[in-house]
């Protein structure tokens, strides 16, 4: 029995209207060879920005971190909730479950998520940038389930990342359903819309709700 449903954030309850990357443009600057491991690890930091970022790696900040900074500001003031998330959240609340949220991002991107006040829906956050785990680290949904003080195998994870947000939580028992808005790859665990989610759910005859088959 499903208790507990747990999403991503960003291209699941939240877009961005423009994305010009700047911890990786700032990574490809600083170490063409391996900017990965420089932007994975911008995920697992509590930073204020790029500059604060280069600080904490012993770089004295150049002054391009500064326009980096700036088109930083405008991405994340370019976020916008999906027209889908709140009425989703809403119903999914009225009907007993609690809710989570797992997301990997760099610390400024949390901005968003309380200006819209999708905050209010959740009973648990996981942010990387937070805890120092990002998905699809066991440990990441593992947290999340002692957080919402559940079984892993009583929830269910949506989100948009086949490997983040489907493999990554069904690994550890849990249940999972595959956001995908552009409407490919649709079949069994698969929906274009966050409105179709509790079409994948029905009430059970007790508390929560179970999957459907």
Not at 54 to 73: F, H, K, M, N, R
Request: with cysteine.
């Amino acid at each position: 029995m499903t208790e507990a449903v747990i999403f991503d954030l960003y291209g699941t309850l939240i877009q961005l209207g423009r994305d010009t990357n700047p911890y990786l443009r700032f990574a490809r600057r600083v170490r063409p060879e391996d900017p990965r491991s420089l932007v994975l690890r911008s995920l697992l930091t509590e930073t204020r920005g790029v500059g604060d970022f280069a600080v904490q790696l012993g770089i004295s900040p150049a002054s391009d971190t500064e326009s980096l900074d700036d088109d930083l500001q405008r991405d994340i003031e370019s976020a916008r909730a999906f027209e889908d998330a709140a009425a989703a959240l809403a119903e999914l609340r009225d009907r007993g479950l609690k809710l989570g949220l797992i997301s990997n991002l760099a610390a400024p991107y949390k901005e968003p998520f309380f200006r819209h006040g999708l905050d209010g829906y959740f009973h648990a956050t996981v942010f990387s940038c937070d805890v120092g785990l990002r998905k699809p680290e066991s440990e990441v949904y593992l947290r999340m389930a002692r957080d919402l003080d559940i079984r892993p195998a009583n929830a269910v994870m949506v989100g948009d990342s086949l490997r983040s947000d489907y493999d990554g939580p069904r690994a550890v028992g849990m249940n999972a359903v595959l956001l995908r808005r552009s409407g490919e790859s649709r079949g069994e665990g698969v929906i274009k819309s966050l409105s179709d989610l509790s079409g994948t759910l029905r009430l059970s005859s007790g508390h929560g709700v179970d999957p459907v088959a």
